[in-house]
């Protein structure tokens, strides 16, 4: 697996075109965002990531991105929440 240093330094060079990390992030963004009202249950969170396919989720609340839910998030209230 490649560091996070060497894909910047991979798109930090041209091959015969623009370089691929100068260009705006809204030519490489995700569009189609499925995000988790902050009201929302986390059972309906963990369905949404496993219909999506995705570890993550931005909860929103009136609009505006609040947070991000992740898989580590859940497991991590999941364990808290076990009698020790």
């Known amino acids: 697996m490649r560091s996070w240093r060497e894909v910047w330094r ?7 075109r623009r370089a691929e990390g100068d260009r ?10 499925a995000a988790v009202g902050a009201d929302e249950t986390v059972e309906r969170a963990i369905q949404l990531m496993v219909k999506r396919k995705v570890h993550r989720l ?5 609009g505006k991105v609040v947070g991000v839910l992740t898989r580590g998030d859940i497991l991590k209230g999941f ?3 076990l009698p020790e």
């Open 10 to 16: 991979a798109l930090k060079s041209p091959v015969g």
């Open 24 to 33: 705006p992030v809204a030519e490489v963004m995700s569009k189609d965002v």
């Open 58 to 62: 931005p909860v929103v609340d009136r």
């Open 79 to 81: 364990f808290r929440s």
